[in-house]
């Protein structure tokens, strides 16, 4: 049975959190001399002289619906990259404790990991970039505290086997987070609905995506409320500023627009695989639940230098494990694909 005091670390356990003048004070006020501010305003047009609300309820009501989550289930970051390292900050004591990472996959993890002095251990995906869950276990030890399992996978673009990601959560007794980032992209359903059923889930979302607001910085986490409480407690106080907030609030009201642009790169994505198959040089293009592909081609270095010369930029991700040779290519507009397609039929 997972216990989140089993996990935590010791002085995360006794840590007193920062306490800011908006944590002290619930509710509205007339009249705010609390917090060192300038009462005067700011020189922008919209006022930012007052610090923002450092637990985001606005946005966090808004999603809660958007969601169909509890609002205290939810932690917002400063991208998801803050709430990966606040997890590692919260949960895995340096140079003692290790994740399991599933290469190939989101090279952040491991980054951070490495930031945090913490042991990675590796087990690769299968051929067909499935989970070896067999050998994930097996990899488990008393110092592992955390398993990620990226889902729509980076950079493989495939959904991960829904029921082998449930044995990791019933056969761990650590953290495991599912990063679901190109979720809107995918015919598999979210984890979020699953979060009553397991304790030791965390789902890592982002508006960086589908929502197209990757310069606002808006990450999401959803958990338990123990978990995310720990996350609350670590975080900087004020880790999203007022001016993202807003913005994201406005972004939120949209969700008609956000549908619409997700089925029109679904299509894109189902028209350019389709065009990219024609060239002699693609050897194959790997199922995607994402808003990109991965095609595998006998001269991934040629051709991402040729494209950089006129202008088009992919991502070469032929030195990574299980992807060599291979191109990653994020599906862009009708008019962006289209120009693609038309410079590689020169190559």
Known sequence: MFDINNIL????KNLKPYSSARDEFQ?????????????????????????????????????????????QNIFLGNGSDEAID????????PGANNVILVPPTYGMYEVSANINDVQTKKVNLTPDYQLNVAGILAAVDKYTKIIFVCSPNNPTGNAINRK???TLLTGFNGLVVVDEAYIDFSSEPSFVQELEKYSNLV??????????????RM??????????????????????????QQ??????????????????????REKLVQ????????QHIYPSDANFILAKTTDAKGIYNYLVQHGIIVRDRSKVELCEGALRITIGTPQENATLVERLKNF
Do not use: H
Request: hydrophobic content about 45%; charged content about 20%; some cysteine.
């Open 9 to 12: 670390r010791e002085n995360i």
């Open 219 to 244: 990450g999401m986490a959803f958990a338990g409320v123990d978990v995310i409480n720990v996350m609350n407690k670590v975080k900087p106080p004020y880790n999203i500023n007022e001016a993202s």
């Open 247 to 268: 913005l994201v609030l406005q972004a939120l009201q949209n969700t008609d627009q956000v549908n619409a642009w997700v089925q029109q790169t679904l299509s894109e």
């Open 27 to 71: 509710g509205e006020a007339s009249v705010y001399l609390d917090a060192n501010e300038n009462a005067f305003g700011s020189p922008l047009e919209q006022a930012y002289n007052r610090y923002p609300d450092p637990l985001q309820m606005q946005v966090k009501k808004r999603l809660s619906e958007i969601k169909s989550i509890a609002p």
């Open 86 to 93: 606040i997890l590692f900050r919260s949960f895995c004591n």
């Open 164 to 166: 082998d990601i449930e």
């Open 275 to 282: 065009e990219l198959k024609e060239f002699a040089f693609v």
């Open 203 to 216: 789902i890592l979302q982002t508006l960086s995506k589908a929502w197209g607001l990757a310069g606002l």
